[in-house]
């Protein structure tokens, strides 16, 4: 990830314990976490539910908003995010491509990180990063919107920090997707590549037990690191015991930080619809 000198140098300042290089703290707990080489996870909310996405927002590290396979509306994002804007997960969206009037409408209603799938292409992931952040290192135009309002407090200028703050992930399902890794991975402005583990079973054909899904799994690891960016899997049954997991960061659900349980939900189970490619826990290459 690519961040500017003077977030750089307040980081220093913060690890040294120094005070006269002191700036702002990032206010995206998941990119500082990330940052620090820690694995994040997230809760996967589905429906409008302003009182059930409160309390489990307490517990992780962020929400995955999902609006590539739901019904959720802007304004039904907007409304949860609104009601309990720094309950603790940083609200994340995963929307159904990269079009700017979605990545827009997304940061402009407080996201800090977009989410977008099936990226086989350099000029999708161009577009991710194009309408993410403000000038003049991408092309997000200045409107109205809670996200100032969220975020800009106790002094903070929102425009001159999201942009640091701003977290660009995007999804690699494809055999395509993964021939092109390294190239979007390079983008600039993409900070995190992650695989679809389901989707990638499904398009290639081979499942998640195949020594071939391992090899595309290893080719889109090996190539988002050799890009600088961070690496992370959809499916955080990956979070442990597969040869890649010490270097995953990045998941779609997975256990809360504070051992509290999601009701009647297996906490690393893909979202319903989302088995495909795999039944139940997918047995995972273990470490020698």
């Not at 290639?204 to 600088?228: C, E, I, P």
């Not at 899997?233 to 659900?253: M, T």
Request: a neutral charge; hydrophobic letters at 40%; proline letters at 6%.
């Amino acid at each position: 990830m690519r961040f500017s000198s003077a977030y750089r140098l307040a980081v220093t300042a913060a690890l040294l314990g120094g005070a006269a290089l002191a700036q702002p703290a990032l206010y995206n707990t998941v990119k500082q976490k990330l940052m620090e080489g820690k694995q994040v996870f997230s809760f996967t909310q589905m429906k409008f539910d302003i009182a059930g996405y409160c309390e489990a927002a307490k517990h992780y590290d962020y929400t995955w908003f999902e609006m590539q396979h739901s019904t959720l509306e802007f304004k039904d994002v907007e409304a949860m995010i609104a009601a309990c804007p720094h309950a603790g997960a940083i609200p994340m969206i995963r929307l159904p491509d990269a079009q700017e009037w979605h990545i827009q409408h997304a940061t402009d209603i407080g996201a800090l990180g977009v989410i977008v799938p099936t990226v086989d292409d350099v000029d999708r992931a161009r577009e991710a990063a194009k309408w993410s952040r403000y000038p003049p290192v991408a092309r997000r135009s200045s409107g109205s919107g809670q996200a100032r309002t969220i975020w800009g407090i106790n002094g903070i200028n929102y425009a001159k920090t999201v942009n640091d703050n701003m977290l660009v992930v995007v999804m690699i399902e494809t055999p395509t997707g993964v021939a092109n890794a390294y190239d979007i991975a390079s983008v600039p402005g993409i900070d995190v590549v992650i695989i679809g583990n389901n989707d990638l079973s499904v398009f290639s054909g081979f499942a998640q037990t195949d020594d071939r899904y391992q090899m595309l799994m290893n080719k889109v690891h090996d190539d988002t690191l050799r890009a600088g960016k961070i690496f992370g899997q959809a499916n955080a049954n990956y979070a442990k015991g597969n040869v890649l997991s010490k270097d995953s960061k990045f998941f779609q659900n997975g256990p809360a930080f504070d051992g509290w349980q999601l009701p009647g939900r297996n906490p690393n189970a893909p979202p319903p619809g989302e088995e495909g490619g795999t039944a139940g826990k997918p047995p995972v290459k273990k470490l020698r």
